[in-house]
């Protein structure tokens, strides 16, 4: 049975971008822990603080798939846990379009904002996790992921759109230049 107040929650929950972010949350953390357990059970001779931050690493790139590939799929699984009642939320594959154009200097929405916060943490995460990963690695590899999940996204019922592209590969180069900046910084 449905409350006034229980629309407010639907809608925040459902059709926010902060609700997205609860709604992947949990199976995010679920990832990092499983990482743990997996890869660092035994780990000796890596340093905490490397493991923490490529479990944190883990718990980012789960959150980054759920929300651009999985979230319709989270929202059926939420939906249906939550009310114990049919989604309506169809899921359809392949029918996603193309946006080649780049447009996100005529109006930045706050779905372009989004996208740029996206990826801001992808540099401080991906050189934490790996030391050993240079600041041109870092972009190469953070690059591919976002070409890697603007190719995959008309195949979950979403759409390739250059801008997202560009903003980005935009927030994960500042990022990544700012840490080193910060970095060296810090070691002078």
């Given at each position: ?12 929950f ?6 997205y ?91 372009q ?13 991906y ?35 250059s ?10 180069v ?15």
């Open positions: 049975m449905f409350f006034p107040q229980d629309m407010t929650f639907q809608y925040f459902f059709d926010t971008y902060v609700g972010f609860f709604q992947v949350l949990p199976i995010s953390l679920l990832a990092g822990f499983l990482a743990w357990l997996f890869r660092f059970r035994k780990g000796k001779g890596v340093p905490m603080a490397q493991k923490v931050f490529s479990c944190l690493f883990v718990c980012y790139l789960t959150g980054l798939i759920c929300l651009v590939a999985g979230l319709r799929f989270v929202q059926v699984f939420w939906y249906t846990l939550l009310y114990r009642a049919p989604s309506g939320i169809e899921i359809s594959f392949f029918s996603g379009g193309f946006s080649l154009v780049p447009s996100f200097a005529d109006s930045f929405t706050q779905e904002i989004g996208n740029f916060l996206m990826f801001l943490p992808f540099g401080p995460l050189l934490l996790s790996w030391p050993q990963a240079t600041g041109k690695k870092t972009m190469l590899v953070g690059f591919g992921i976002v070409l890697l999940i603007e190719v995959l996204q008309p195949i979950f019922g979403r759409m390739f759109d801008n997202d592209v560009i903003l980005n590969t935009v927030s994960m500042v990022s990544t230049a700012a840490f080193l900046g910060i970095k060296r910084a810090v070691r002078r």
